[in-house]
């Protein structure tokens, strides 16, 4: 149980394109979702928190209108990358946890985004 | 916010027992300790959970002393598909402060 699917897995796009990402909880209903980025090499950075029906909370340097978050529906959470440039190039991660105490997060297998 | 500390990597050999410890000196009473997995270019894929003692499942155990201001990742009988990174989460869900990563360990399983 718990898994957590991410669409696409890799994507390879013009710069100034705008490219959404599809985070679903296929067994479970998410109340919260989170989405991350990871650089070659390091760990994982939190971008933002979605909860079902409200908006994003978005870290501390992530551009709310560049990195834009929906989470409308329990199973569903997309994040769209508008007018990508190279630079944002990355892999992001979703994962989803849903509402029993302290049940953990469960991840997608990521989004490998490059900016040509 | 709890902040974890872990040792950057890690070596060890197939067939032996691998103890990965994370540090959490300001952890909270609320807080629980949650380890992960991740190979490249895949998402982190949940290990195990707890608060206090002794947890063990199917693929790993995890220790946590009485002052709970550090935790043991124990990995039995290691294979090579076992490397990987590692990552110790503290927090508490009701805040949602338990989904920041730390650097992560590194294992190296050699033959």
């Known amino acids: 149980g718990a898994v957590v699917s991410q669409h696409p897995s890799w994507v390879i796009c013009k710069s100034g394109t705008s490219v959404k990402i599809e985070c679903r909880s296929l067994?479970?209903?998410?109340?919260?979702m989170f989405w991350y980025r990871q650089f070659p090499k390091q760990s994982l950075m939190l971008m933002a928190t979605?909860?079902?029906?409200?908006?994003?909370?978005?870290e501390q340097g992530v551009e709310k209108d560049k990195f834009l978050i929906n989470h409308a529906s329990l199973t569903l959470s997309t994040l769209t990358v508008t007018s990508a440039h190279p630079e944002d190039s990355s892999f992001y991660i979703c994962?989803?946890?849903?509402?029993?105490?302290?049940?953990?997060?469960?991840f997608g297998d990521g989004t490998r985004l490059s900016i040509l | 916010l709890a902040k974890t500390t872990q040792p950057i990597s890690m070596d060890s050999y197939e067939g032996q027992e691998v103890n990965i410890t994370c540090s959490h000196n300001?952890?909270?009473?609320?807080?629980?300790i949650t380890w992960y997995q991740q190979f490249p270019s895949q998402g982190p894929r949940f290990i195990i959970q707890?608060?206090?003692t002794k947890v063990t499942n199917e693929v790993a155990s995890l220790f946590i002393p009485a002052d709970r201001k550090s935790s043991t990742l124990s990995l039995p009988r290691v294979s090579l598909s076992d490397t990987a990174v590692y990552y110790c989460?503290?927090?508490?869900?009701?805040?949602?402060?338990?989904?920041?990563f730390g650097a992560g360990t590194r294992l190296t399983v050699k033959p």
């Open positions: 994962s989803a946890r849903g509402d029993y105490s302290n049940q953990p997060q469960h």
């Open positions: 067994d479970f209903q998410a109340t919260t």
């Open positions: 979605s909860n079902e029906g409200s908006k994003a909370t978005y």
């Open positions: 300001n952890i909270a009473t609320n807080d629980y």
């Open positions: 707890g608060y206090k």
């Open positions: 989460l503290v927090g508490d869900k009701t805040t949602n402060n338990d989904m920041r």
